[in-house]
C-alpha cells in the first residue's frame, strides 16, 4: 500500500488562490512520477498535472496552464498543486495519484495508487 493523503481543498472565491498538498508514505517516492486529476459531477476524471520523479519535468492540462503549478519535495515524499486565478469551471475533487513509473502522463490508467480526494469549490 502507498496511502496518499491530499489536504488544502476548500471554498474560495473566483480569483482565489489554494495550494493543495499530497503526502505519500512510500520509501521510494522519488523513483514514481506523480499527478494531479479533478472530477467534477457527472464528468469524467481528467487529468490536470503531472511531474516526474524527479521533479524535473512537468506537464498540464491545456485548461490549466499559466495558472495552476505542480511541485514536489522528495525529502518530505509530499507533491503539490499551487492553484491561482481559480475559476468556477476548476470546482471538483481533486486527486492525486502515483504513477507506475518515473511519468505516465494524462492517462489514468498509467497510475496505480489514488488519494481520496480533496473537494475545491470556486464560487463566483
Known amino acids: 500500500q502507498v496511502p496518499l493523503v491530499e489536504s488544502g481543498g476548500g471554498l474560495v472565491l473566483a480569483g482565489g488562490s489554494l495550494r493543495l498538498s499530497c503526502a505519500a508514505s512510500?520509501?521510494?517516492?522519488?523513483?514514481?512520477?506523480m499527478g494531479w486529476f479533478r472530477q467534477a459531477p457527472g464528468k469524467e476524471r481528467e487529468f490536470v498535472a503531472g511531474?516526474?520523479?524527479?521533479?524535473?519535468?512537468?506537464a498540464y492540462a491545456d485548461s490549466v496552464k499559466g495558472r495552476f503549478t505542480i511541485s514536489r519535495d522528495n525529502a518530505k515524499k509530499t507533491v503539490y498543486l499551487q492553484m491561482n486565478s481559480l475559476k468556477p469551471g476548476d470546482g471538483a475533487v481533486y486527486y492525486c495519484?502515483?504513477?507506475?513509473?518515473?511519468?505516465?502522463?494524462?492517462?489514468?490508467?498509467?497510475?496505480?495508487?489514488w488519494g481520496q480526494g480533496t473537494q475545491v469549490t470556486v464560487s463566483s
Open positions: 511531474i516526474t520523479g524527479s521533479g524535473g519535468a512537468t
Open positions: 512510500a520509501r521510494t517516492f522519488s523513483s514514481y512520477g
Open positions: 495519484a502515483r504513477s507506475k513509473t518515473s511519468y505516465s502522463g494524462s492517462n489514468p490508467a498509467g497510475y496505480d495508487y
